[in-house]
């Protein structure tokens, strides 16, 4: 990874008095996110009139600002040509769907064959950016759609849209458990205080917010639509399991595998060997980050998934 270092110089104006000091920088140095500007401040990379601030200090106006921060570029990722569904393209955003199975960036254990991998070589200009565009993830093995910037501009705009919850994002799971009627799960997210691959909900961490409602019931399961309202790891798989619905094919968040009384021997075999947890990002919308057009896209449930919902519909109407 090699990197470059941005400077900038500005006078804080009389009109931003009393404002944070992140807070008027966002406006200042719109390129740029509120969360890449805090981290830049709290990295001792911006200062004001010649010394360190923190991100909630008070500016009073006339100060000047000095930005002198390192802009990581993106090249531990090399381009490998793997092919990926574009379910939007134009010259600031593509939207993707990921199919299950693919990682979205490299980390430990999966050093390449990612989607970064793949976004680096349908569009070798992505380096420039932080993870190649990527604004948001899903789970190696959850399918569907994710939104990527292909400008720095459009980064900065659909990093704050996800942060002030402008970005509709809308799920399909099939859970375990028979929901009487959808509902919300209103639950921190932080760390598990053991197990730090683990999402759990405990007091005193991030606030998540999730939405659900049924589709369709089956014996011993029920087909689910998920809206996000908060986007933390994991955050769907674990509030649906703190709801005790857990998503049929989580080994993380959904126990040991639990056979229906009386199920057929076709969904016994299906609920055994599916491979992954049945969750699918189905629909996204937003406003264009430079348009301001609105954008929707939506991608099908995935053939797995389908099947699963088939084999559970036969064994509800064999009894």
Not at 114 to 143: C, E, F, M, W, Y
Not at 180 to 190: E, F, K, L, R, S
Not at 275 to 296: D, I, S, Y
């Amino acid at each position: 990874m090699t990197d470059s270092t941005l400077e900038i110089t500005l006078v804080i104006p009389p009109e931003q008095a009393g404002q944070r000091l992140d807070q008027a920088l966002a406006v200042l140095v719109a390129d740029h996110s509120r969360s890449r500007l805090k981290s830049w401040i709290d990295a001792g990379e911006v200062l004001v009139d010649g010394s360190p601030r923190r991100p909630r200090d008070k500016v009073s106006g006339g100060e000047t600002v000095v930005i002198s921060a390192r802009m990581p570029e993106e090249v531990r990722a090399v381009a490998q040509d793997i092919p990926l569904v574009l379910v939007h393209e134009d010259r600031h955003v593509f939207v993707v769907n990921k199919p299950a199975g693919l990682v979205v960036h490299p980390g430990a254990g999966n050093p390449d064959l990612t989607l970064q991998n793949a976004l680096l070589a349908l569009d070798p200009k992505l380096v420039r950016l932080p993870r190649a565009g990527i604004v948001h993830r899903l789970d190696k093995d959850t399918s569907g759609l994710l939104v990527v910037a292909r400008t720095l501009a459009a980064h900065t705009a659909l990093v704050r849209m996800l942060e002030e919850r402008d970005i509709h994002r809308e799920y399909e799971a099939i859970c375990r458990g028979v929901m009487t009627a959808g509902g919300t799960v209103d639950a921190p997210i932080d760390r598990h205080p053991t197990d730090r691959v683990r999402m759990a909900v405990r007091q005193g961490g991030r606030e998540s917010v999730t939405h659900y409602r049924v589709i369709k019931r089956f014996r011993a399961h029920t087909h689910v639509r998920v809206q996000l309202e908060t986007g933390r790891t994991h955050q769907i798989r674990v509030h649906l399991a703190h709801a005790e619905f857990p998503i049929v094919g989580d080994r993380v968040y959904g126990g040991r595998l639990a056979q229906p009384r009386g199920a057929s021997e076709a969904l016994r075999v299906a609920l055994r060997e599916f491979p992954r947890q049945a969750l699918h990002a189905a629909r996204l919308q937003f406003a264009h980050p430079v348009t301001a057009k609105p954008v929707e896209c939506v991608a099908p449930l995935p053939a797995d998934m389908q099947e699963l919902l088939r084999v559970l519909a036969a064994d509800a109407a064999a009894k």
